[in-house]
Structure formats: C-alpha cells, structure tokens
C-alpha cells in the first residue's frame, strides 16, 4: 500500500511538473494580459497586434515547425527584440506578485495553506521570468527540451527523497548531551540501545482556584512552564479548552474537575501536568 | 545571412568552425542552456536540503523564519527584480544599436546587484551581532531547537546565491566594457544574451528562495 503511495505520488509530482511547463507561456500571456488591462489599453495593444520591431508570436494558428525554422532563417537579423511594453508589463505583474506573496503571509494562514500559496506564486513569478525575460516563449525547441528535461529529473530528485523520508518514522534519542533524531520502528520505538529523549516542557507550577467549587463557581487554571515553544494548552475534564471552568449543575457533588495542561518543547516533543478541584455542596446562606 | 555562405564570407567574429554566425549563435545558447540546467539542478540539492529538514525539524523553522527580516528580503526581492528588467533593457537596446544606452543600463544592473549585497551584508551583520552562525558555531539563544541546522542551510543558500551575484556583477562589468569598446554588437550580441540568461537565473533562484526562507513561518 506505502508503495503504490509512493509510485502514485511520483506520478503525480511528474504530471504537474509537465502541466507547469507546457502551461508556462499560457500563465506568463495570462499574467501580462491582466497587468497590461491595469495599465491600459496603449500597453495593451501589443497582445492583440503585432507592431513592427517587435517578436511577440502569435499564440494562434502558429505555423508547422519546419515552416517555422525556415521563416527564423531567412530572417536577416536573428531576432528584433520584445516591445519595451512586453517588458515594463511583465515587471509590473513581478512586482504586484511579490505584494500578494507578502500580504498572503501576513494574514496569517494555517501553515500548509501557506506554504501552498507562496510557492504557487513564487512559480507564477518564476514563469513570468523563464518565458519572457529568458526568452523561452517563442525561443528554440532545444532551449524548451533542456528545460523540461531539468525539471523532470529535479521532479524525481524531490519526489523520491520526499516519499523515502515520509515513510519512515523517527524519534528523538538521547545521545551524552545532545538530542538527536534516529530512525524508530512504526510505533515509535526507537532500536535497544537508544535511550528516548525524554524532554518536553517542565511546567513548574499548575493551580486551579478555587480549591473547592459548587455550581456556578468559575473555576480559573494557571500553570507556568520553562523550555515550552507555543502556548501552554488547559484542558478540563469534560474536554472543553480555556483558561476557565464554570461548574454547573451537571459536575455532582464529590467530582474532582481536573485541568491538564500540556506544550510542546522546541524538538517538539509534549509534556503535561495537572491539577485539579473538588465539588462540594453549595453553603446555605448564613 | 544564410547557412550556405562559406566561411570566408562570415563576419571576423564567427569562429572558422562554425558554418554561420547563426550556427554559432544557436551552438553557445544552447551551451549556456546547458549551463543553466547544471545550475538549477545544484540549487536543487540546497532546496532539497531545505524541504527535508523542514520535515524533521518542523518547529526549528518556525521559529528560525522568525528572526529573518520579512521587509528587507521583501526589498531585496525587488532589486532583484528590477535588476532583471534593467538586464532586459540593456540587451534590447544593444540589439537596436544603441550601445551608450545599452551600456548604460548595464551598470544599472550592476549597481542594483551591489545594492542587493549591501542589504544582504545588514541581514548578515545583524544575526552575528546576535551570535547567529551557521552550525556548530551558532550561538545565540533566539531560536529554540535544531537553530545550527537552520541557520546552516539559511547561510550556504543566501552565500552561495550572493556569490553568484558577486560573480554576476564582474561579468557584466566586463560586458559593458564589450560593448562601450564595440567587440559585443546587435549582431554578436551572444555574449550579452548569455549573461542575461545566467542573471534571469540568479533572479530565478531568489524568487524561491525569499518566500521559503522569510515569508512561510
């Protein structure tokens, strides 16, 4: 199963790094097009009309490519250089890319979903310099194949390492003064031996107050920790998370409400304590 | 020019191997192509280093990414970016036989490549006045966890890319003095295409580099 994962996972890494490539031209014209409408219309024109002095290929009905390699040949000059909008434009969408990468990792997203947008933008901008600063659009066939050739074997290169170091379980070791990571079986374990870290957070104190409670106490918890990285977490018997408890009817005389809090160390390894307080019958007044 | 002219025919630039300045041309892009796949493929390793102890030491890097300055790799980005417009201009120019114009942007490019390790130098003094060195020399007390490792890949990714900006502004400061003294024209213009090339890719390798190691914390 781990192994189909794995061929399937290659696969896939392969397709997209096909699609990316036969795609780049599409993305670059798209991302010109939409900096070119923000612009104007006079910047715009080049993408509808060839003006003289510029190579902008038309992306339409392109000539068979023998055809084409005979037009380059009897060309005098080797090639005209791109309109001077081309340029500015594609600079333009570089830069309103590099404002959306960096306001995207301000809004503080969930750590995947960032990681996700900033490389999607990163090779959008990527794109836009390979098909239009370097000249790969409309550029030889030779230049498009070493292309692709590279980023199929980087492709391979990131995909065989990732699913070997994804499918294998590691555990941190003790090892004289220093924490290391060693390869452990699929529990966890780590080989006879190694001794596991035995690390977290030491939480040097937790209270809950007060000691005593009956319906309609607020219970508060409080705990201080040293070599924690994050937030301590509390968590009460009945599982809800916060800082404060309000003990209702449904808490019976008798039961301790226990608070646990728990954090992670900075090898990430968690460590807990907990405290807790009794239910007592409500004093009558006095 | 055509491929059937003979060799005798061939501007004193086109090599008397070579059957057309064409040829010529197609031959050393294709070379500097093939350099470049060399290139993309070794920064790979670095990325690949990146990604895998990223998987291991997942918390390392949150709080590694932490201690990097967001706005002045934000700031870099753009030098850089501008730089590849300016490299863009230069070639454009070159080949509408404009060489003082073409020369001068240039050494606009060069310029914007020193303003980028000026910035890059203010990064790198800050983390060692923090005590924020690459492996077992890392002392500070920021970051919590594998910092060594972190820090590690941080400084041979950004040196090894700044060394090629060093390198990059040296070659084009030999273009310019090309092209000012007319041995790189619009016609023998392979040269400045080929440098171009090699600094879209110094370009290319900061455009991923930036948001992995500044913006995704």
Redesign the interface.
């Known amino acids: 199963m781990t192994i189909l994962l794995n061929v399937l996972v290659c696969f896939g890494l392969v397709a997209v790094g096909i699609c990316f490539f036969i795609l780049l031209p599409t993305v670059g014209q798209t991302l010109v097009g939409v900096f070119s409408v923000v612009l104007g219309e006079q910047s715009f024109s080049f993408l509808k009309r060839e003006e003289s002095g510029t190579v902008v290929r038309r992306v339409d009905n392109p000539p068979p490519l023998a055809v084409a390699e005979a037009v380059d040949?009897?060309d005098?000059?080797?090639?005209?250089?791109?309109s001077?909008q081309t340029?500015?434009g594609?600079?333009g969408a570089?830069?309103l890319l590099?404002v959306a990468?960096?306001g995207v990792?301000e809004l503080g997203m969930v750590?995947r979903h960032?990681?996700f947008w900033?490389?999607v933008?990163?090779s959008a901008?990527?794109s836009l310099?390979?098909a239009w600063?370097?000249h790969v659009k409309g550029g030889?066939s030779?230049?498009k194949m070493?292309?692709s050739?590279?980023a199929f074997?980087?492709i391979v290169?990131?995909a065989m390492?990732?699913s070997d170091?994804?499918t294998r379980t590691?555990a941190f070791a003790e090892e004289g003064n220093a924490t290391v990571?060693r390869e452990a079986n699929r529990e966890g374990r780590l080989p006879a031996g190694w001794s596991e870290h035995s690390g977290g957070p030491t939480f040097t104190s937790v209270d809950v107050s007060p000691k005593t409670a009956y319906v309609g106490t607020t219970l508060t918890c409080s705990a201080t920790a040293t070599d924690i990285?994050g937030d301590i977490t509390y968590r009460w018997s009945d599982g809800t998370e916060g800082t404060t408890y309000n003990v209702t009817r449904f808490d019976p005389v008798g039961t301790d409400i226990t608070c646990t809090v728990s954090g992670?160390?900075?090898?990430?390894v968690e460590g807990s304590k907990m405290a807790s307080a009794k239910v007592v019958p409500r004093p009558d007044p006095t | 020019m055509g491929a059937t002219h003979h060799a005798t025919d061939q501007p004193e630039w086109v090599a008397s191997f070579f059957e057309s300045a064409e040829q010529q041309r197609s031959a050393a892009s294709m070379g500097m192509w093939l350099f470049l796949a060399q290139e993309i493929l070794f920064f790979s390793g670095l990325f690949m280093a990146y990604i895998a102890y990223r998987f291991l030491y997942p918390g390392t890097w949150l709080s590694g990414a932490e201690v990097l300055n967001k706005w002045m790799g934000a700031a870099n980005t753009v030098v850089l970016l501008t730089s590849s417009l300016t490299m863009v201009l230069a070639i454009r120019d070159l080949q509408l036989n404009k060489t003082a114009s073409s020369v001068r942007w240039i050494w606009a490019t060069v310029g914007l490549a020193g303003v980028f390790l000026v910035v890059k130098a203010f990064e790198y003094a800050h983390k060692f006045h923090m005590g924020i060195f690459p492996g077992g020399h890392y002392e500070g007390g920021a970051v919590e966890g594998m910092a060594g490792i972190f820090f590690g890949i941080y400084y041979t990714a950004t040196g090894l890319h700044a060394l090629h900006v060093i390198i990059g502004m040296g070659l084009l400061g030999w273009l310019a003095v090309k092209v000012k003294n007319g041995s790189v024209t619009g016609e023998n213009d392979v040269l400045a295409e080929n440098l171009g090339l090699y600094w879209h890719l110094v370009d290319l390798v900061w455009i991923f580099l930036f948001p992995m190691l500044y913006l995704v914390k």
């Not at chain 1, 005098?76 to 791109?82: K, M, T, V």
């Open positions: 040949h009897e005098d000059h080797h090639h005209e250089p791109a001077l340029y500015v594609v600079y570089l830069l590099t990468t960096v990792s750590q960032a990681i900033a490389l933008v990163a901008k990527a310099v390979i600063f370097m030889p030779s230049t070493i292309l050739t590279t074997f980087m290169f990131f390492t990732m170091l994804g590691f990571l990285n992670l160390d900075e090898l990430l």
